[in-house]
């Protein structure tokens, strides 16, 4: 399979120096590089060099800047909905263990 | 070398966190929280080991993962090898055409983080299989750094950054046939104004 599969049709502009541009898809020119490191950008896994060029390239191309945003968001939202309470009962019960419910030969 | 004594007080800021992962990994709540107390009890008896000044959470964080790939691996019949598939990047982006129209599908104010139920995300999170959902949890509910990721689970970098960039793109996907499955996300929007 790919990736051209049920695209719309794409242009082929390859630069984004028209900041009104929407995405085609695929991407061209500079925004493939740039969402192909999204990750890492937000994963703050890119050197200051590559970072900035990517920052450059996201104030200049708003469709970039929207789906960065929307992956920062996306990014938040699973973090903020996985997270559960520890029940007070289970966290009493480690604690408990923990200072001194141990067999002697677990203690300091 | 770090004081026993003092493991409980400096441990116990982690516990809900832990939790989480511990429910997300086991993914029922009685395996997690043998899982959390037995994380807590390794954790205790190592806590000699462990180097003051350096990353705690790290430290619990990798003692939780490799108890549970241990239990794990032991109850497991077959390695887990399911085929995620392949999608395309900005899966999820692309497909509810942006943020804009997740919120027009519901009212202008409300954010994406209103699109998803709690028990979605947890599901979708669910179904990825084991060797994409810890890389994923520990990275974007955690906020561990790949080096980090590679040391709890011992394995290269370049494979936490695949399994990250494939475990995230199927996330996306499952999110997708939850929100379709909802009626909120139609058919592929143009991307065009």
Redo the contacts between chains.
Sequence with gaps: MTMQDDQPPGHDDAGHSDASHDHAYPLAGECTEVVRDLYLFLDDELDDQRRSLILGHIEACSPCLEAFDFEVELKQVVAARVAEECPAELRDRIMDMLRGALPPEDRA | MA???T??EH??PF??????AA??MTRN?ADA?DL??ET??RA??GFGGFEEGSNLKAWLYRILTNTYINQYRAKQRRPDETDLG?Q???F???NLG??EAARASRSAED???D????A???QA?DDLPVNFRIPV?L???DGF??KEIAEMLDIPIGTVMSR??RG?KA??KGLYDYASARGLAGS?P????
């Design positions: 004081d026993q004594s493991f409980a441990a116990e516990m809900g966190q832990l939790y989480t429910l997300r709540p929280e959390l107390q807590f009890l205790y008896r392949e395309e990047d900005l999820l982006f692309r942006g943020l954010e994406l983080m699109f998803f139920t709690d979605e995300v947890r999170v949890l990275a974007d509910v750094s790949y990250l960039h995230r996330l996306q592929r143009e991307h065009s104004t």
